[in-house]
């Protein structure tokens, strides 16, 4: 493919820190750009935020929010592995409470001291736990058809994470230590414009790096502060009232115990069913095809389906 300027915009971030060239992209090359930076392994089947500050790095086209946000919401993989975002918990909490107790009876065991975060409380420990929770669910994402050489994808979804920005500090790991975003495979698929300035001796390259290191993490550092106030705010928000129809299609989420396999690594969401019937405000009878049986189950356990 040939680049043109005419295909080219420039894009400035609101604080003026960041510039890119992007590349205006036509109809019919969308979906594979959306592939690439969402589906490869090195993009990670990342949420919407992650996969949109990926594209901007590179591309425009108008409207690419709403295609970015239909891609992941209609990408069956993410779907099996995520469920929907609220939901209750009720099982979760036993499981947590039976993990709480073995984890302090070890520490007490090894004469470990508690520090102030709780065990198993992830909330105390966000940033981490945060961190651990998203590559084990991109990991799940890549294990579909066998759970045995995740170690093998683990570079590769680093990779992914690395290129993404992340919410709290809206730069991706790979600016806040190189100082410069990574090269992934979509820029060998479509190029980058010749008139990118690149550094030309190593002193001033250094110098540059500094320069646009303190930059970032000042920068960093506002936004950390302001990312506090949202998930604050996200906490606080109330639990959607979700409702279904008769010939609705639904994820149904059914975790099960493989022998030999990690739930951690498995998609719980099990998909399609098609909902039959609504017999209370919180239980569905619900069917997977034709010929098998129908079931009741629980709404909490039901998740609208937007795939194709
Ligand atoms: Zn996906």
Same mark, same amino acid.
């Given at each position: 493919?040939? /680049?043109?300027?005419?295909?080219?915009?420039?894009?400035?971030?609101?604080? *003026?820190?960041?510039? @890119?060239?992007?590349?205006?992209?036509?109809?019919?090359?969308?979906?594979?750009?959306?592939?690439?930076?969402?589906?490869?392994?090195?993009?990670?089947?990342? *949420?919407?935020?992650?996969?949109?500050?990926?594209?901007?790095?590179?591309?425009?086209?108008?409207?690419?929010?709403?295609? $970015?946000?239909?891609?992941?919401?209609?990408?069956?993989?993410?779907?099996?592995?995520?469920?929907?975002?609220?939901?209750?918990?009720?099982?979760?909490?036993?499981?947590?409470?039976?993990?709480?107790?073995?984890?302090?009876?070890?520490?007490k065991l090894l004469g470990i001291k508690k520090t102030r975060t709780t065990p198993?409380?992830?909330?105390?420990?966000?940033?981490?736990?945060?961190?651990?929770?998203?590559?084990?669910?991109?990991?799940?994402? @890549?294990? $579909?058809?066998?759970?045995?050489?995740?170690?093998?994808?683990?570079?590769?979804?680093?990779?992914?994470?690395?290129?993404?920005?992340?919410?709290?500090t809206g730069y991706t790991p790979a600016k806040l230590m190189l100082g410069h975003?990574?090269? /992934?495979?979509?820029?060998?698929?479509?190029?980058?414009?010749?008139?990118?300035?690149?550094?030309?001796?190593?002193?001033? @390259?250094?110098?540059?790096?500094?320069?646009?290191?303190?930059?970032?993490?000042?920068?960093?550092?506002?936004?950390?502060?302001?990312?506090?106030?949202?998930?604050?705010?996200?906490?606080?928000?109330?639990?959607?009232? $979700?409702?279904?129809?008769?010939?609705?299609?639904?994820?149904? @989420?059914?975790?099960?115990?493989?022998?030999?396999?990690?739930?951690?690594?498995?998609?719980?969401?099990?998909?399609?069913?098609?909902? /039959?019937?609504?017999?209370?405000?919180?239980?569905?009878?619900?069917?997977?095809?034709?010929?098998?049986?129908?079931? $009741?189950?629980?709404v909490n356990r039901l998740w609208q389906y937007h795939g194709p």
């Amino acid at each position: 493919m040939q /680049l043109k300027d005419a295909d080219l915009q420039p894009w400035e971030a609101p604080d *003026g820190l960041v510039k @890119y060239w992007q590349l205006v992209v036509p109809k019919k090359l969308r979906s594979k750009i959306l592939n690439e930076s969402h589906n490869q392994i090195t993009s990670g089947h990342l *949420g919407v935020k992650k996969t949109l500050s990926r594209l901007r790095q590179k591309f425009y086209w108008m409207g690419m929010r709403q295609d $970015v946000e239909e891609w992941c919401q209609a990408c069956n993989v993410c779907c099996a592995k995520k469920g929907p975002k609220k939901r209750g918990c009720a099982p979760l909490q036993l499981y947590q409470s039976f993990k709480i107790a073995v984890f302090c009876e070890s520490c007490k065991l090894l004469g470990i001291k508690k520090t102030r975060t709780t065990p198993l409380r992830p909330q105390s420990d966000g940033m981490a736990e945060k961190f651990n929770w998203t590559l084990g669910q991109e990991l799940a994402k @890549y294990c $579909v058809e066998g759970q045995s050489e995740w170690d093998e994808k683990l570079p590769a979804l680093l990779m992914a994470y690395r290129s993404a920005a992340h919410e709290s500090t809206g730069y991706t790991p790979a600016k806040l230590m190189l100082g410069h975003e990574l090269c /992934l495979p979509v820029d060998v698929l479509m190029g980058r414009p010749s008139g990118e300035e690149l550094p030309t001796d190593t002193s001033s @390259y250094t110098k540059h790096l500094q320069e646009r290191l303190a930059e970032v993490h000042h920068q960093v550092r506002k936004s950390l502060r302001f990312s506090g106030e949202v998930m604050k705010s996200r906490y606080d928000a109330k639990a959607n009232e $979700v409702n279904f129809q008769a010939g609705d299609n639904v994820w149904f @989420y059914n975790p099960q115990r493989k022998k030999g396999q990690s739930p951690k690594l498995q998609s719980p969401w099990d998909g399609t069913y098609t909902v /039959l019937d609504s017999l209370s405000d919180v239980t569905y009878l619900i069917r997977r095809s034709r010929k098998s049986r129908p079931m $009741v189950v629980h709404v909490n356990r039901l998740w609208q389906y937007h795939g194709p």
